[in-house]
């Protein structure tokens, strides 16, 4: 199974926010659109970095009393790991492992193809096994007409 299969299922919108954004405004954001990441664009629209629900979580516990003023461009992460919609779901499930991750957004010809989480990773999978166990299931109780 490849990326671009749970693309074509959960589709390709991303939540986004600017690195002038600040942390407060970045947590509102998080609770309206119920994601896990956002990731923080450049003027010319592109990716600059991105920002977790745990990278807030520090900010809070370091500057609590900034969470209005300070930009996410100081908390996000900057070294970002993308992957492309040709990945096979475990390698890119390997990467997030390796480098304790939870979302990876998805680059297409240099440009946002949408963003992966760990949670659609494990959905698709075991959409996936459960598929095939029926299939064997239905093969050895001789369903299927041979």
């Not at 926010?17 to 994601?35: E, L, P, S, Y």
């Not at 390997?94 to 304790?100: G, H, L």
Request: proline share 3%; no cysteine.
């Amino acid at each position: 199974m490849k990326v671009k299969d749970i693309l074509a299922e959960k589709g390709t919108d991303v939540a986004t926010i600017t690195g002038d954004t600040t942390v407060w405004q970045a947590m509102n954001k998080f609770a309206a659109q119920k994601v896990g990441s956002l990731l923080v664009l450049g003027g010319t629209g592109n990716i600059i970095g991105i920002i977790a629900a745990r990278d807030v979580l520090m900010s809070v516990l370091k500057h609590r009393d900034k969470l209005d003023t300070m930009p996410v461009s100081e908390i996000m992460t900057k070294d970002i790991i993308v992957a492309s919609p040709d990945d096979d779901l475990d390698y890119v499930e390997a990467i997030m492992t390796e480098n304790r991750i939870r979302h990876v957004p998805i680059i297409e010809n240099k440009a946002l193809a949408g963003i992966v989480s760990i949670g659609d990773l494990v959905k698709a999978q075991l959409k996936q096994t459960s598929v095939e166990n029926r299939y064997l299931r239905d093969f050895i109780e001789g369903k299927y007409p041979a």
